[in-house]
């Protein structure tokens, strides 16, 4: 997993986090079954899938880009 971002300790702990993971084998597997997973690694090249995490600490949202 390769990210940067920031992460603002103030409040409720925002997160803005971007980057990519190269997901488990397992992972694709089950991730195949709800969303096309070629187009996510036909955009990914050798980098791996590109997330962003948003949210707060408490309540993170991941998202593939």
Do not use: C, E, W
């Amino acid at each position: 997993l390769d990210l940067s971002g920031t992460i603002q300790l103030i409040g409720n702990y925002q997160v803005r986090l971007n980057g990519h993971m190269t997901p488990a084998p397992s992972f694709v597997t089950q991730l195949s079954r709800t969303i096309p997973v070629k187009a996510l690694f036909k955009s990914a090249k050798n980098k791996g899938i590109p997330v962003r995490i948003t949210g707060t600490v408490k309540d993170p949202k991941l998202r593939f880009k």
